[in-house]
Every structure is written in C-alpha cells, then in structure tokens.
C-alpha cells in the first residue's frame, strides 16, 4: 500500500515500542458492564507479505496478487515467530489484549500451494518443517505454539482456517491445545452457508469457548468498483440478501474482508453499514471484524485484525494499510472501558444521508491489488455513522468533510472518532466541530480519536474537575479552565487534547486518542 510514510520519525517512534508504558493505573476507575472475552488479534499475513515486498525492493510485481500470496506463504515458522526479535516480541505493551492469528501456510509444508494441492489446506496441523521443535506429533505441535505465545503475553493462539476437510477432531484439537479463535477464509466450502454452519454448530456443542469468524459473501476489494472500466457506485447495496442473513445467524463474528488504502475507510464504513443492518437483522449479537481499522473499531465497539507490525520494513508491505503503531495502543487501552460488543437491534446502527466520496489515484506497486495501479478508486460511504445513540451533529469549518463516528456502549461509556477520507497519511483530517447527544457524567469514560476542533456535550455535573490524558499515557491533566460551560452544555476544545497528545513523546503516523472523565 502506501509506500509515502519513511520519515526518519516514524523510525525513531519504533525505537520507543519496548519501553511503551503498561496498562495505565486510571483504569482502576469501575468498569460496569466490561467483558473479559477477547475478539481483537494480530494477523501474520502483513509481516509475511512484508519479507517478499523487502527482498524485492522495486519489482512490484512480487507482491502482487497470487504471486504476493505465495511468496507470502513460505514466510512463517517458529524461527520467524519466537526467534530473536520475531513476531512474538511485537506489540509488548497491548499483546495481552490480542491473539497471535497464524495465517494461510501456518498449517502446510513449504513449497504447498493451493493452485496445485489445494487438498493439503485446512489439516490445522502445524507443519512440522516449520514448527518441528514443538512436538513429534500435531497435537503436541498445536499446544506448544499456543503455550509459548501466552508465555510471551498474548492472549494465545488464533488460526487461520480454510474452508474445507472440516471434522470434529480438529475442534477437539484445538480445545485440548486452548487455542481460542478460528479464522474461516477461503476454500473449496467458502460459499457454503450449510458448511460454515456446521463449524459453527459443531463448536457451539464441543467447545462453546472457541470463537469462530467467517467472512462475508462478497469479498471484492472495493465496494461495487471496476478500476479497469472506471465505473460503480462504491457502494454496498442498500439492504442484506437472503444468504447474508443466514450467514449472520450462526457466526460469532463476520470479517468485513479485504480492503486496499488509501480509500479504505470508506469501504470499510461503507461495510460497516450494509453488515451492521444484516447483523441487526438476523444475527446473534454477531461481532463485526473491521480489519486493520483499530480506531473504527474502538470506537464503534468492533474487533479488528490488524495487519501493520512495528518494523520500518513494514512501508513496503502490500497488505499493511497503516504504519501507526501508537493508535493501536490506544485502541487496546480504550478497550479496558469499552470492550467489543455484538450487534443487536437494541442498540443500532444509525447513518446519516449525507456521504462522502473518497476518490484516489493509486501509484504503480501500492498494493496488492495490481487492477488498481494507476488508476483511479472511488469509495462512497456515510458520513457520519453512531451506534447505540442519535447522530452526532457536525459542523464542518474549512470545506471539506471528515468521517465522523460515535457510539454509547453497553456499560454507559461514550466515544468520538473523527477520521480523514483519504487514510496512508494522504490527506490531513478536515477541521469539523462536533455535538453529541449525550451526558458527560462522573464514572462515565469519553474516548475522543482523532483531530477534533471542539466537542460539545450536556454537563451533569457543572462543578466537577474535567481530567484527559493521552491512552498512551497514566498522567492525567486537569483541563478544566479550559473547557466552555454554558446553558447546560460543555465543550471541550480540540487545542487542549492535542496539546495533552504533544506531551506523549512518541512519533508515529497514528491517530491521536484520549480519555476524558469527570471528577
């Protein structure tokens, strides 16, 4: 994707990852409502596809595509994963909040690829020319990868699954090793609505524990555009199909899938919408996977399975959509107040009519996708999206419109995002001014993300102290004399929290985000 973000301060922020601060100690403030269930991970593939992009510096060609793919696929074992500075290390200060997804090769010997022995995908055994040192037999193999990343923090072992050659003993495997998530891709069964349901019953009766995700029906990389012809709508069709709503009636979780920069926030906003309605409809409290879109799904209350990784080869990656590993960070915390929650008619998703067109002209190599090179991408998507509350009304100051997000969670907890159309870096945000409809009260956490000029909310407590301190950050400053009180309302203004932000001392493209509480 985007090859634009090598300053030399992105390198430097890289440096500051293994002295990252832990958990901060405001998090002691009650947590109503929280679950202990983790729905967010790290996925292998970006790191993977990252080692062809950097053998093959300029060939583009590479990591296109299949190609890309298969390249990609003879990168992953247990030197890559637990040797010195592997993948295990990544991530030291949020790993606890996220499983280790193993991806697509994880399970076959080298050299296997599915255009000529497609049969050998989905054993979910771990190959044992890549994992060899674990065990003399799968089972052995399986457990010992899982224990050895809980021994380094995460929260365990998700797998990557082809959808095929299902059978009960693999559940049971996967159950006697711990493994917590499976990832139910492509396959010979992907289309299969009755073949993921079975997975997913079968689970449900043999280990309920596990959680299962299952992609969507279409899994084009752009909502209804052909980047050859120039032509579609960019968008997903106004309300789900039949087969949609079925798929939603048995999933744990539903992967938005595949997307390409830097027009990827608004293809995935755009998703967001057409499954959220599907989820509402026929789901049960289905979990909607936003990708590599940590600050949507923070503040939307989805899980997201990141792709970017914390190297400074990580810019020639061709599925890594973002380099900011500071926003992650401040996801995972923000998920210690407002933890993942399923769709439910209760508490819905709401958009407004207004859209916005997100339109990019991509440069030859950015990307996996090599239909889009040199040509123009069009993503049309809603504006302004809420959950679980009324739309936020936005005043935009300089022309141009941001996305803007919201969301009152289960347990009372608000939060505010406010993203750019174009992501990568490409465009800086639009300044829009915000106000929600809701109270600020003492014991309730506001998530703010993003570049905000002022955000307005009812006060309950007109003589309470307002703290925030960056969610990198355990420092809290009070910004009281700041904020605006009038009428029964409350703004806070965008100048103090970036100036909170200014004084984290990290330097990575990543979107700012802070925790805002009355005391």
Not at 476 to 498: F, H, K
Request: charged share 25%.
């Amino acid at each position: 994707m985007s090859d634009s973000l090598t300053r030399g301060g992105f390198i430097r922020g890289l440096g500051g990852l293994a002295a990252m601060v832990p958990f901060p100690r405001c998090w002691a403030i009650p947590q109503v409502g929280r679950s202990d269930r983790v729905y967010d991970y790290w996925c292998t593939w970006g790191v993977q596809n990252g080692m062809v992009a950097s053998r093959a510096q300029r060939d583009a060609s590479a990591t296109a595509g299949d190609q890309g793919a298969r390249g990609a696929r003879e990168n992953i074992d247990e030197k890559l994963v637990f040797g010195p500075d592997g993948w295990a290390d990544f991530f030291p200060s949020s790993r606890a909040g996220m499983y280790m997804m193993l991806d697509d090769g994880w399970d076959v010997a080298h050299g296997v690829h599915p255009n000529a022995q497609m049969e050998k995908f989905g054993s979910l055994e771990p190959a044992a020319d890549r994992f060899g040192s674990f065990g003399d037999t799968p089972e052995k193999r399986l457990a010992g990868i899982n224990r050895a990343l809980c021994d380094r923090g995460w929260r365990g072992a998700g797998l990557w699954v082809a959808a095929q050659n299902f059978d009960e003993r693999k559940l049971e495997a996967s159950a006697r090793a711990g493994v917590g998530y499976w990832k139910v891709d492509w396959g010979r069964q992907a289309d299969s609505n009755a073949y993921r349901r079975r997975i997913s019953e079968s689970k449900r009766r043999i280990y309920p524990e596990l959680i299962v995700e299952h992609m969507p029906l279409s899994s084009s990389v752009f909502n209804d555009w052909d980047p050859v012809k120039g032509t579609g709508s960019g968008r997903m069709p106004e309300d789900p199909d039949g087969q949609t709503l079925e798929r939603m009636s048995f999933s744990d979780v539903i992967r938005i899938y595949d997307m390409l920069g830097p027009t990827e926030t608004a293809t995935a906003l755009e998703r967001i919408r057409y499954l959220s309605r599907a989820a509402e409809l026929g789901g049960n409290g289905t979990v909607l996977n936003v990708e590599d879109n940590p600050v949507l799904g923070a503040v939307l209350g989805h899980a997201f399975g990141l792709m970017r990784y914390p190297r400074p080869e990580a810019r020639h990656s061709c599925t890594v959509g973002s380099l900011g590993i500071d926003e992650v960070n401040r996801a995972l915390a923000w998920r210690r107040f407002a933890p993942v929650f399923g769709a439910t008619a209760a508490c819905p998703t709401v958009v407004s009519d207004a859209r916005i067109e997100a339109s990019f002209v991509f440069r030859r190599g950015q990307g996996w996708h090599a239909g889009a090179w040199e040509r123009e991408v069009r993503q049309n998507a809603p504006a302004v999206m809420a959950r679980g509350m009324k739309l936020p009304e936005v005043t935009y100051l300089d022309g141009r419109h941001p996305f803007v997000v919201a969301s009152k969670h289960p347990n009372g907890a608000l939060s505010l995002g406010v993203l750019a159309p174009l992501s990568q870096d490409e465009m800086k945000t639009p300044r829009a001014s915000v106000r929600l409809d809701a109270r600020l009260e003492k014991g309730v956490p506001l998530g703010v993300f993003g570049d905000v000029e002022s955000l307005t909310l009812k006060d309950a407590d007109p003589s309470a102290k307002v703290m925030a301190h960056d969610l990198l950050s355990d420092v809290d400053e009070d910004i009281t004399r700041d904020v605006v009180r009038m009428n029964g309302m409350i703004t806070l203004p965008g100048e103090a929290l970036s100036r909170i932000g200014q004084k984290t001392g990290f330097d990575d493209p990543s979107c700012p985000g802070f925790l805002v509480r009355f005391v």
